[in-house]
């Protein structure tokens, strides 16, 4: 069975960075990509970004320029540098990846941004 762990979200001020780890685990033969997703209060889940295995990036709109997704195949982990924050990006972030051809979900990691 294979899951996805993030980590790294926490209390930050406006203007601050946090960085974002997913790790995959379990018996895995094929990841195609990983993404990062977010929910805020309210809202539906959005997308945010995407790292594709075989090389490649993909960014929403509110994010580019400040948010950049990394990932270490050797590792199944996807990062997310996410710089210059807005209270805006407050949300609950979940990592996705589309491992052994299903897509898997992770438990979710708070990012808070607030002075």
């Known amino acids: 069975q294979v899951q996805l762990v993030e980590s790294g979200g926490g209390l930050v001020q406006p203007g601050g960075s946090l960085r974002l780890s997913c790790a995959a685990s379990?018996?895995?033969?094929?990841?195609?990509?990983m993404d990062w997703y977010r929910q805020a209060p309210g809202r539906e889940r959005e997308f945010v970004a995407r790292?594709?295995?075989?090389?490649?990036?993909k960014y929403v709109d509110s994010v580019k320029g400040r948010f950049t997704i990394s990932g270490d195949n050797a590792k199944n982990t996807v990062y997310l540098q996410m710089n210059n924050l807005r209270p805006e990006d407050t949300a609950v972030y979940y990592c996705?990846?589309?491992?052994?051809?299903?897509?898997?979900w992770g438990q979710g990691t708070q990012v808070t941004v607030s002075s």
């Open positions: 996705k990846g589309e491992i052994n051809y299903q897509d898997v």
């Open positions: 379990g018996v895995i033969f094929s990841i195609s990509a």
């Open positions: 790292f594709l295995r075989g090389g490649g990036t």
